[in-house]
């Protein structure tokens, strides 16, 4: 019970800091913003190395958990790399990409 | 310190980055950097996940990561960035499949599950599934594989409300008795993936970006459920960042069409539609490129409207020689973007960012509209509700109340449309006719591609 209680107190911490965090991006980077979120959203694959790893298995549990580690990879490496492609593009109208 | 203790401190400095990486996306000046330092605290929460004592077998772990490294690369290399939505819809569907099979490895991996884990595997699966099959069909619009228009049927809210009390029944079920026959399991996880088609299916495609946002949200919901599942701070964390990030992008594409989420959700719009608003009338008059030269020619500001039509007709490149063009001669030139242009919050700055228009020339509809008198000439390229005035002034109109981008308070409208045919939602749109308005014809790069022609020649 004192678990549930902790993780949903950090629950609701981190949704009213998405809040605050999210609100500042500006309409031109939402289509990063998206794309970028789905990298983060990746973050399952935490729990899919976990389930992949684990000691006994039986093989179905080994196929989904293999599985669940190649659709998180996906969003992972997916998501940041074209987040980073689309970002690369936007200039300020000196030409400077500003780092 | 013991190695759970480390893993545990990777985590707290992953989210810290999740979290500087998102604050830091608040400009584009700072953006690149960091989505970087957000992908640095991923690795490193996947290398400490690694390292963890649960994990004793590497190599279906090494296939999974090889398998979808590959996948990923290719998949962000190749997409075109007019198909941005249709890939960030693919992203959201696998991130719930993952969160899916994820808590369905666990369910059958663990003997013993507690009321709590039980619970949360439903709702991972649950979450997991309807953001998967949704995506899918979300795709499948996008990509025009399926029809974009709305599907609706008799009977499909009652269809809707049995599939919903069902999955209710199956967690009810699933959460008081988890070893109670693994039917239950497996009726959950079909009535998740139905869940999502039926949801999916009745919504239009310039409905879209609301029905991505919303999905972006639920793979991070689904991440927040399997967090419980495994009982992982990192996927809470995590998971309730991308689902408010999620949340937000619904709310303000539904305030940008002023309708609620319900009824985006439900009405089938542009199927169901009962009032079309007054018929516009009037004489249309269409104009020569030619002519359209002499007008820009003499233009001191140009405003350009992009909506999905540009993309479509891939005129971004050509708009961008154009507004250079227009610059050289004096004028100044800027892009005015509806919230809801386009098929995904933020399409529109992408592929004028793709063609090297700089950002600070992208101003947004509240910026501009006070400025709209002023304005020489605005061009409005393949986008149509957004800047149809029924919004403002005939409240029999489906779409009255929208916030629009008023065009017709310009000196000069040019509207680039390949013909009269109606927009999405069937409505007349009065602009065509207005006096100020003059219609170019035919498809919208040719029709630029012939303005810089005139302007080369000039």
Redesign the interface.
């Known amino acids: 019970m004192e ?2 209680v902790f ?1 949903t107190f ?2 609701i911490l ?2 009213f ?3 605050e ?38 093989a ?3 196929i ?30 000196d ?1 400077g ?3 | 310190m013991s190695l759970f203790g480390i893993i545990g401190l990777t985590y707290v400095l992953a989210a810290v980055l999740f979290v500087v990486g998102l604050k830091m996306l608040s400009s584009p000046v700072s953006a690149r950097k960091g989505n970087a330092l957000s992908a640095v605290g991923m690795l490193l929460a996947i290398v400490a996940t690694l390292l963890d004592q649960h994990v004793v077998s590497y190599h279906w772990i090494l296939v999974g990561i090889l398998l979808g490294t590959v996948a990923g690369i290719l998949a962000a290399r190749l997409v075109a960035m007019t198909k941005m939505p249709e890939m960030v819809a693919l992203l959201n569907g696998f991130g719930g499949i993952a969160s899916l099979l994820v808590a369905w490895a666990v369910y059958l991996q663990e003997p013993g599950l507690s009321h709590f884990t039980a619970l949360t595997v439903f709702l991972s699966v649950l979450i997991g599934g309807v953001t998967f099959s949704g995506s899918l069909v979300a795709y499948l619009k996008l990509a025009e594989t399926i029809s974009g228009k709305p599907l609706v049927f008799k009977g499909q809210h009652l269809a809707n409300a049995s599939l919903l009390l069902g999955a209710v029944l199956c967690g009810v079920f699933f959460t008081l008795d988890p070893q109670g026959g693994s039917w239950i399991f497996a009726v959950t996880v079909v009535i998740s993936l139905l869940l999502g088609v039926m949801s999916v299916i009745p919504i239009g495609g310039a409905d879209m970006p609301v029905v991505i946002s919303l999905l972006n949200s639920y793979s991070g919901l689904a991440a927040c459920a399997t967090g419980f599942v495994i009982v992982n701070n990192i996927l809470i964390v995590s998971g309730a960042l991308v689902g408010a990030s999620g949340i937000i992008l619904t709310g303000i594409m539904c305030r940008a069409m002023n309708r609620s989420l319900g009824n985006v959700l439900f009405s089938g719009f542009g199927a169901t539609t009962v009032g079309v608003g007054q018929a516009a009338k009037g004489v249309v008059k269409a104009l020569s490129p030619e002519d359209a030269y002499l007008v820009l020619e003499a233009a001191a500001s140009v405003i350009v409207v992009p909506g999905y039509g540009l993309a479509v007709s891939q005129a971004q490149h050509v708009v961008r020689e154009l507004g250079e063009l227009l610059e050289a001669n004096g004028c100044e030139v800027r892009y005015a973007i509806h919230p809801v242009a386009g098929r995904m919050p933020g399409h529109m700055n992408v592929l004028l960012a793709e063609a090297n228009v700089p950002y600070d020339q992208l101003v947004e509809m509240d910026a501009i509209n006070p400025a709209m008198p002023t304005v020489d000439v605005a061009i409005v390229i393949g986008a149509n509700d957004v800047v149809n005035p029924q919004a403002l002034n005939d409240p029999s109109s489906p779409i009255y109340g929208m916030p629009i981008i008023k065009v017709h308070e310009a000196r000069t409208v040019f509207v680039l449309k390949r013909s009269m045919a109606a927009g999405f939602a069937g409505i007349d749109n009065p602009l065509f006719f207005a006096d100020n308005t003059r219609m170019i014809f035919g498809d919208a790069k040719k029709t630029i591609s012939s303005l810089i022609a005139e302007f080369k020649k000039g």
Do not use: W
Not at chain 1, 26 to 43: C, D, E, F
Not at chain 1, 80 to 90: A, E, G
């Open positions: 678990t549930v993780l950090v629950l981190s949704i800091l998405g809040f965090l999210i609100n500042r991006v500006p309409s031109v980077l939402h289509t990063p913003l998206m794309s970028g979120s789905n990298a983060i959203s990746g973050i399952t694959i935490v729990g899919a190395i976990i389930a992949a790893g684990m000691a006994e298995r039986s179905l549990s080994t989904l958990a293999t599985a669940a580690v190649a659709f998180a990879t996906i969003n992972v490496v997916g998501g940041y790399l074209v987040t980073d492609r689309m970002l690369k593009m936007f200039k300020k109208k030409g990409q500003g780092t």
